[in-house]
């Protein structure tokens, strides 16, 4: 395995299955009374986020806490960096202070990569720009996993919204891929990136038609902090067409699921009783993210320069 997390795309299928695998049971330690393993024991992690996070920023503190190692969260809000401190000078602090592991949210993309000519810690990406979230990618694909009962060569994933200015999207496309799932985009063609034809994926203008064959729907968010013109008439015309609604739910198969990152926005590109269905594992995929993130965590802090495992 690679050094770093940065991208969906490091991972070999190998790789992948090695941290489903390690992430299933670590799940177990969440249903422990004592929700702790001693495996990570002295080793800092700081958790620097340059974005807004609920999910993603808490997810990493817990799973590396269950873990044993120190963490220190570091915001850009309430640092040096609102005095105009850049990414390099934040870096070389972090590394002064002895870091094993930063974990990087950051509207660039790219920004973990420079993370690494700066540092000698482990880097994950926990979101950059709208380049990568590979973690998320991970904790979705244990999701599907888990309840498809099956692993996901074959399945059929439809991938709906703003794909353009989705990381999500982009880290889902490579790992489907490599784990053998078969991919389509569902998007209006303003909301899908131009290089489209060099993605392993199919490309679909009409949700309708797409959903008749499907195994999982996930449903993206709207990135309007990421938009700098208008892609789409009106927030009802969007829903309209590209929303899931309780009429489009009826059109998925009968086992098919339900999937959305967070945060939703209710009533546009979600429905609220979809949201709540039994059908969706919005909840589930937030619980499955902090066993993720302690195998990934877990596998990249413990394995030494030739990629080798030495726990
Ligand atoms: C996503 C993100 O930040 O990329 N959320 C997440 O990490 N769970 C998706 C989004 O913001 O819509």
Request: net charge neutral.
């Amino acid at each position: 395995m690679n050094r770093h997390l940065l991208s969906a795309g490091d991972l070999s299928r190998e790789d992948a299955l090695k941290i489903l695998d390690t992430a299933e049971q670590m799940a177990t330690v969440g249903d422990r009374e004592v929700k702790k393993l001693p495996t990570l024991r002295g080793r800092t992690v700081v958790n620097l986020f340059y974005e807004d996070s609920t999910r993603t920023r808490t997810s990493f503190e817990v799973a590396a806490k269950r873990l044993s190692a120190d963490v220190i969260n570091f915001s850009a809000k309430g640092s040096s960096v609102s005095k105009g401190e850049s990414l390099k000078d934040t870096a070389l602090t972090l590394h002064a202070m002895g870091a094993d592991a930063v974990v990087i949210r950051h509207a660039a993309s790219g920004a973990p990569h420079r993370l690494t000519q700066w540092l000698d810690a482990v880097v994950v990406n926990a979101g950059d720009g709208t380049h990568e979230h590979p973690t998320q990618a991970l904790l979705d694909a244990f999701t599907m996993r888990q309840r498809l009962g099956r692993d996901l060569d074959g399945a059929k994933v439809a991938i709906v919204g703003d794909i353009l200015h989705s990381r999500v999207a982009r880290s889902n496309v490579q790992l489907l891929h490599t784990l053998g799932a078969h991919v389509t985009l569902v998007a209006p063609p303003t909301l899908l990136p131009r290089d489209m034809q060099t993605w392993p994926a199919q490309v679909s203008y009409d949700l309708d038609a797409a959903l008749g064959d499907v195994d999982v729907c996930m449903m993206l968010r709207v990135q309007a902090e990421r938009m700098t013109a208008s892609y789409f008439p009106t927030v009802r015309e969007y829903s309209r067409r590209y929303g899931l609604d309780g009429r489009r739910l009826a059109l998925m198969p009968k086992e098919a699921i339900v999937m959305h990152p967070g945060p939703m926005v209710r009533g546009m590109e979600i429905a609220g009783e979809v949201a709540d269905s039994s059908r969706a594992t919005i909840v589930e995929q937030v619980r499955n993210g902090v066993s993720v993130r302690m195998a990934v965590l877990y596998l990249l802090l413990t394995q030494d320069s030739t990629g080798q495992g030495t726990a």
